[in-house]
């Protein structure tokens, strides 16, 4: 889904109309977000987000298991698989896997560490602790009582943090903020200008604060430098994708956008790659759209990857020794 408009500005008579609904459902997921989770057999770390949509919650994922990795864990990624079809039943994620099958994400989480796939989080999280998990990092799932949560990340996009502060459909919170903020140890704060960190935590109180960056791969975005692309995204937030080529020195000249998760036809691609060759354009997609291509058109696309960067890694590593408590 495409976020609407007025959940990026005040409250207007639109969001006002349905702040009502957006107050039920808030209150709903309030209530379910304090149920006891089960077990796990392991530390779990969660990271989610107040909002839906992207707020970089994949790459932070990728970037805490890096950090637990190198303090010696086996971590283990559990995500539901949105966007797939095998969510039946939990299992393993698998280098033959497509998008299609399993959804994008784990796709990309498991380059770097095992992912498991379900809508069972308790039937994952076991499955991965019987393969020799240390630690759970469940990518998304704040809201989500299944599992009981050692520590739990919120991130947040330091460009629109809470939006228009009213829950679904009035806005884009999944329940009211202070709802919410007794269930996270700590905010990863991605981008946003300089003073962002301080005023979001001026909203949390107390819960520690990493400040943290997207840097697109240095190799990728030299090929890109001075040239002229067709971009196009399926992704939350795809303007933040465009300015991050443009940052880069890339001269973005046609922005095509589609739906979140988008799954696209050979026939899209074909009319995508038909109408760059004829403006001399390079086509690119985020690496995330980019294991949603057919695979047969993928050496004509280029994809832009991004890593995430914590200002202060030492602190954040600091932070996770919380799982072992």
Not at 46 to 53: A, I, K, P, R, T
Request: aromatic share 6%.
């Amino acid at each position: 889904m495409r976020a609407p408009a007025f959940w990026g500005r005040p409250p207007g008579l639109v969001a006002w109309g349905l702040s009502p609904l957006g107050a039920l459902y808030g209150a709903a997921t309030a209530r379910r977000m304090a149920r006891a989770g089960a077990q796990a057999g392991a530390p779990v770390l969660c990271v989610g987000n107040f909002v839906v949509g992207g707020a970089g919650k994949t790459p932070t994922a990728l970037a805490l298991a890096r950090l637990l990795r190198g303090a010696g864990e086996h971590p283990a990624f559990l995500s539901r698989g949105y966007g797939g079809q095998a969510r039946a039943e939990s299992r393993r994620v698998d280098p033959a896997d497509s998008a299609r099958s399993v959804g994008d994400e784990p796709l990309l989480l498991a380059r770097v560490a095992p992912c498991y796939v379900g809508a069972d989080r308790i039937a994952s999280a076991r499955l991965a602790v019987e393969d020799g998990a240390s630690v759970l990092v469940m990518d998304d799932g704040l809201q989500n009582p299944a599992l009981h949560k050692t520590l739990t990340a919120a991130v947040v996009d330091g460009d629109a943090p809470f939006g228009n502060g009213l829950c679904l459909p009035a806005g884009p919170l999944r329940a009211p903020l202070d709802a919410q903020i007794p269930y996270v140890d700590a905010l990863v704060v991605i981008g946003g200008a300089s003073n962002a960190p301080s005023n979001i935590a001026a909203r949390i109180g107390d819960k520690p604060l990493f400040a943290a960056r997207l840097q697109a791969d240095a190799i990728a975005a030299a090929t890109l430098i001075g040239r002229p692309v067709l971009a196009f995204a399926g992704i939350a937030r795809p303007d933040k994708f465009f300015a991050t080529l443009e940052g880069l020195g890339a001269q973005v000249a046609v922005r095509v956008t589609f739906p979140d998760h988008w799954r696209f036809s050979p026939r899209e691609i074909d009319r995508l790659l038909m109408r760059a060759e004829a403006g001399g354009l390079i086509a690119v997609c985020t690496e995330k759209d980019f294991v949603r291509l057919p695979p047969d058109r993928q050496p004509h696309v280029r994809a832009l990857p991004v890593t995430l960067s914590f200002d202060e890694p030492d602190a954040v590593a600091l932070w996770l020794w919380g799982l072992k408590r």
